[in-house]
């Protein structure tokens, strides 16, 4: 029996709706204020928002929309590949970060979350994992202890 822990699924679903309708909302802004933009002296970009106000009506607005639906998918992309997976069993805890897996099969010391690392240290003090997680301790302990496994609800103190 193993335990997985994951972001919640209402999470990952809005990511994949919600990053693109907020992309899309705010090229709609960009599209707004791209004639403010550029009129000013200088501005980053400032060639895009000039782009934007010489093409015709609808084409500006559609064009600003889709370039940040675009944008706001590759956000979801990004969010998606960088999410960390922890599968616990009792003889093993799989991290899956995007394509990377890592099978850690160790007699662990302690397991702890170090501000938003997850970190696994063998019983001889080597640290065999730190990895950058969203997860909280309150969904992380329980998958750990179910397992028999040392969580600690805070980094043990270097001696």
Do not use: N
Request: charged content about 25%; aromatic content about 8%.
């Amino acid at each position: 029996m193993e335990t997985t822990v994951d972001e919640p699924s209402w999470l990952r679903t809005g990511s994949w709706v919600g990053c693109p309708l907020i992309g899309g909302a705010l090229g709609v802004g960009v599209w707004a204020i791209a004639a403010w933009v550029s009129d000013l002296p200088a501005f980053p970009f400032q060639g895009v928002f000039k782009v934007l106000t010489k093409l015709p009506q609808p084409w500006a607005t559609l064009a600003a929309v889709a370039g940040g639906l675009v944008l706001g998918l590759v956000f979801a992309v990004i969010w998606a590949h960088e999410r960390l997976v922890v599968t616990v069993s009792p003889s093993r805890v799989t991290l899956v970060r995007g394509d990377r897996k890592r099978r850690i099969e160790a007699d662990l010391e302690a397991v702890y979350l170090d501000g938003k690392e997850l970190v696994l240290r063998t019983t001889d003090g080597r640290e065999i994992a730190r990895e950058k997680t969203d997860l909280s301790g309150r969904e992380l302990a329980p998958a750990f202890a179910e397992h028999g496994y040392p969580w600690l609800d805070e980094p043990p103190v270097e001696r």
